[in-house]
């Protein structure tokens, strides 16, 4: 019997279509080389053309899964993605501020569609009480707009986006630059110390799944003891080539491969 492995915590909603959420960080986790758990958050009908439905869990049904989990089996890693609605923001945070572990919050606003995962009533919340509980926030450009007003469109407006997503409490930031022009370029951050990290822009469209696979390859670092920059150097490492091998489903945009380490050339 081999000992057992690092263990990952997903909080987050579940993609029917398997390129994001839930389906994604499992995926990646055991890319990994890390055991995956789940807390979801909500049902998602959704597939390559966008979200046709959602569906919240209740509160107590999100409370029951996560003390499920970490009172048995514990964990070294949480990961944060689709909340949706302020009193699932509160119920985690909560949940979040009395477990002694890493976390890493994907501020999660729309999909990569553009459909609307987050209630507009839910920011304050994600502010306010979600943030200050992450070792990690990985916003997109976007999701920055969203929580602080600031828009980016160069590297010192990357600075001030971090300055903004600190000034919520989370020990790091990482914005990420994804919809910036030019190379993939992405900044790490604690208010000390930066760390840019730049990834050739891969043409091609099949990118669903990005941000909840970048996070999820964070905590996994995390969660095997890596210092949280060269958790985020790996985990853009992965994520770079999961993109560059992403591929088409459907009639839409597709998702990244998150095995793309084990295909056969």
């Known amino acids: 019997m081999s000992a057992a ?59 029951a899964q996560y003390r499920s989990v970490v009172d048995d089996i514990g964990v070294q890693a949480i990961k944060t993605g689709m909340l949706s609605s302020a009193a699932l923001v509160e119920t985690v945070a909560e949940l979040l501020s009395d477990t002694d572990a890493p976390v890493v919050v994907d501020p999660v ?12 009533e839910a920011l304050e919340s994600v502010r306010k009480r979600l943030l200050p509980t992450a070792t990690v926030a990985t916003p997109n450009l976007d999701e920055v707009a ?37 190379d993939a370029l992405d900044l790490l951050t604690d208010g000390k110390e930066e760390h840019w990290l730049r990834a050739p822009r891969h043409d091609n469209t099949h990118t669903h799944g990005t941000g909840c696979t970048l996070a999820s390859a964070v905590a996994s670092g995390l969660a095997k003891g890596l210092p949280v920059p060269e958790a985020v150097r790996q985990a853009k490492e992965y994520v770079t080539g999961a993109i560059e091998s992403g591929f088409a489903l459907g009639a839409g945009i597709g998702p990244v491969d998150h095995g793309w380490r084990f295909r056969t050339p």
């Open 5 to 63: 492995p690092p263990r990952v915590l997903t909080v987050a909603g579940s993609d029917s279509g398997g390129g994001a959420g839930i389906q994604a960080d499992l995926k990646t986790m055991l890319a990994l080389g890390v055991h995956g758990m789940s807390v979801i958050t909500a049902v998602t009908a959704q597939n390559s053309l966008g979200v046709q439905g959602a569906w919240e869990l209740p509160a107590e049904a999100v409370r």
């Open 109 to 120: 606003g729309v999909s990569k569609h553009g459909d609307a995962l987050l209630a507009a």
């Open 146 to 182: 969203q929580l602080t007003g600031v828009r980016v469109e160069d590297e010192d407006g990357m600075r001030r986006a971090a300055e903004a997503i600190l000034a919520y409490g989370p020990r790091w930031a990482l914005i990420k630059g994804g919809h910036y022009p030019g």
